[in-house]
């Protein structure tokens, strides 16, 4: 079974101690979802500035990648423009743009602040070629508008930790993106979600953790780690009645075809350990 985690936050986990009271680092955390079946891994930036921590946290690992991109509830002090953006993610290590998009959750969270930085990332991954990771919260219509001029002018991405209802999981397929499911989807209270997951294209299904958060069932109330996307895959598998090694295969095919040149990468590294 090969299956990936689209979407996690390495750099957040609260890691296990040694016996000396050290960190004992996220091999470990890797290492058992390695074990599940989780061959590659999406490490997601909400902070530009950030980046080259994430960059040296991540570089012992050939199956984790990375992104760059500014939450929209992480709005620094300091300006991050669209050339910064541009500029940083042309590195070949970044797969995407983001974790970027809308949410309109919180009181207090500046809307045309959020829009503003939301478009500048639409802008720099169009100059790019590469897709952007879409966080959206309560802000459907708002997101949508924004993606559909991005998606006409070619660009690609991923609504991430799907929690949308069904008319918008269509219009978001319609434009061409992929739709990832997370640990949500497992809650006792994600009925509504449920029957969306049971109808989604197939072509366009991702799955993800969003470690260490929202970790799905049998888990709750621990830490989420990468290798609970395994009890993702399972549970969607069982909810479309699909064997749960066709949902991984489909899954992962999904992903790479959303980055091929990273494909290329993955397939070499297999070659040299076959």
């Not at 390495?10 to 016996?19: Q, R, Y």
């Not at 390695?34 to 946290?57: A, D, M, S, T, Y």
């Not at 423009?81 to 974790?99: N, P, R, S, V």
């Not at 319609?174 to 109808?199: C, P, Q």
Request: charged residues 20%; contains cysteine; aromatic residues 8%.
């Amino acid at each position: 079974m090969w299956l990936v985690d689209s979407h996690c936050h390495l750099d957040m986990l609260k890691l296990a101690k040694t016996s000396s009271g050290e960190a004992a680092g996220i091999e470990g955390v890797l290492n058992a979802a390695r074990q599940r079946g989780v061959k590659h891994f999406l490490c997601i930036n909400v902070n530009p500035w950030h980046i080259q921590q994430l960059r040296e946290l991540t570089a012992p690992f050939d199956d984790v990648s990375l992104t760059l991109g500014l939450h929209p509830l992480h709005q620094p002090d300091q300006p991050v423009t669209t050339e910064q953006l541009i500029e940083w993610g042309q590195a070949e290590d970044i797969l995407a743009l983001g974790e970027t998009g809308l949410d309109y959750h919180y009181a207090g969270q500046e809307r045309d602040v959020q829009l503003d930085y939301f478009q500048r990332h639409l802008d720099a991954a169009l100059e790019l070629n590469k897709p952007v990771i879409v966080h959206t919260r309560e802000a459907s219509e708002d997101t949508l508008a924004l993606l559909k001029p991005f998606t006409e002018k070619g660009g690609q991405g991923i609504i991430h930790c799907f929690t949308e209802d069904l008319a918008f999981a269509r219009q978001a397929v319609g434009m061409g993106l992929y739709i990832s499911f997370s640990g949500i989807v497992t809650f006792h209270s994600a009925d509504a979600l449920r029957e969306v997951a049971k109808v989604m294209p197939l072509d366009r299904l991702l799955i993800e953790t969003d470690a260490p958060y929202l970790a799905p069932v049998p888990h709750r109330g621990k830490q989420n780690e990468p290798g609970y996307v395994r009890d993702v895959a399972e549970f969607l598998a069982n909810l479309r009645g699909l064997e749960v090694e066709f949902l991984a295969q489909q899954t992962t095919e999904n992903f790479f075809r959303l980055f091929p040149k990273l494909l290329a990468k993955v397939a070499k590294q297999e070659a040299s350990l076959a």
